[in-house]
């Protein structure tokens, strides 16, 4: 997020003749950022720019000189590309390079999640190709991270196109080569905990592969929302990583669509020994791409073929995703019991034959002359014997047709409950403000008896996502949220999921209406009411039911 700080040292000044600082973009502890033009070229840049305070500590100038090295000996389209390295009039280093437009990785899941499996594909593979290019150069980038891949719009269509960015602890691993001082001790451990490899957090000696396990956690990240492991300190998720085996993610986050050729690669990735990943980007990228096809595979084998499809759970039809928040369970889960469904070609005598009437209507074609003597070709048919044939046929059809119907009704829509809605609820939305199935309660009409609230784990999950909350994981905040309404329905909760609701666009607000409509029938004589009343006023005859 761009921020412009007044007072700043650098902003609308003119760095070594060429750039004009704009804004300041953000900042660590090596330096700021800043977006500026190239003036010559009337082009957007971002400078980097070493803290004035580090210039005198060797290592840390070696550290930043390393990244400008390291970046500049990329030459891919999904890198990203150095302009420049120099020094300021006043003394300060500073790197060039190119403007990337879009939002990152971090930004995206926590505001779009959950996220496409093709979408995920399509991003990661980005990631694998632009580290293939870097570790055929010798480059390790040792700091991969959701903040540290950007993504933007291109022209032509293209809406996620992928940046890696910030190689500032890049490892170049030249034969031979000397860098000047060490830049790392021995024993030293550097990166960012939640991603660190188990060499990495060991401070062992690191080659590529360490990289491709921090891809393996971002995957994990980008299908689950969630991190494989969890940990208040860094020392926390260093230990795990090393000691602890990451639960599957199918089971971390049962809601997720999760497909098991995707878990598989996940978990192999994330294997303690180097030796059990992926051995390189190109592999790892290939494997990933063969989820896709596999998963692609899958749904075409379950248009065009018999397949075991699972039993519909409530709402839903047989063969249909979706998502936990939407209908309870997912239907696709591992033990879910599974019966066998026809191609949709299948005629409808065939699924008449199948229905519970079908002895009937197999006696009533065997009872009927016109239809015997067709069948044994005993006789020739004259022309009028030809009306009852007709008459008699489409009477069976018509027999077969209901059957059919009364079958299928009785398969997929009879044998299960329906959870009814109200006829003045607003329109059932899930917790990202998406249509839910008609047939399908939404959460904020769940009721369970009071006595069989959780209110302890709902607390925790509601405590989590007033952290998320703060930190800006808006998508993860309402998933927790609705996880804590399912196990105590606190009238607090709903208040808080209207409030975050409302800020997410029109679906938002209209899943906002219910959330709120829930908290006044719960809650009528809260100091809220006036608020609320103001931005719905139907709301207003709300009362306790």
Known sequence: ????????????????????????????????????????????????????????????????????????????????????????????????????????????????????????????????????????????????????IMVEPRRGGETDFVKVLDFGIAKIQDAGADDGPALTRAGFVCGTPEYMSPEQARGAQLDHRSDLYAVGVILYQLTTGLLPFESDSAVGFATKHLTEEPPAPSRRRPDAKISPAMERLILKTLSKSPDDRPQTAESFKTELIGVGKESRRALRRGVSSSVLAPIPTKGGISGEWKDRTDTGASPWEKHEETVRSSPPTASLAAAAARAPMAPLATATVNAAPPLTRVANRSAPLDAPSMLPFKILTLLLATIAVGLAGYYLYQVYFSSYEVESIPKNAPVPLNSQGRALDPAVQPPYLRQTPREEWKIDEADKLAKDATERYEHGDWGLATSHLVDAFDLAQKPVYALKLGAILRMRGPDGERAAHGWWKRFLTDAPDSPAREQIVAIYPDLAETSAQ
């Open 1 to 148: 997020m761009v921020r412009a700080l007044e007072g700043d040292e650098y902003v609308g000044k003119l760095i070594a003749q060429k750039y004009r600082v704009e804004a300041l973009i953000g900042e660590g502890g090596m330096g700021k950022v800043y977006r500026a033009t190239q003036v010559a070229l009337d082009k957007p840049v971002v400078l980097k720019v070493l803290r004035q305070s580090l210039l005198s500590d060797e290592r840390t100038v070696a550290r930043f000189q390393r990244e400008a090295k390291a970046a500049s000996r990329l030459n891919h389209p999904n890198s990203i590309s150095i302009i420049d390295f120099g020094q300021a009039d006043d003394g300060a280093l500073f790197i060039a390079m190119e403007y990337v437009s879009g939002r990152d990785l971090h930004q995206i899941l926590s505001r779009e999640w959950p996220l496409p499996e093709s979408r995920v594909i399509r991003l990661v593979s980005q990631v694998l190709s632009a580290l293939q290019d870097a570790h055929a150069a010798g480059v390790i980038h040792r700091d991969l991270k959701p903040e540290n």
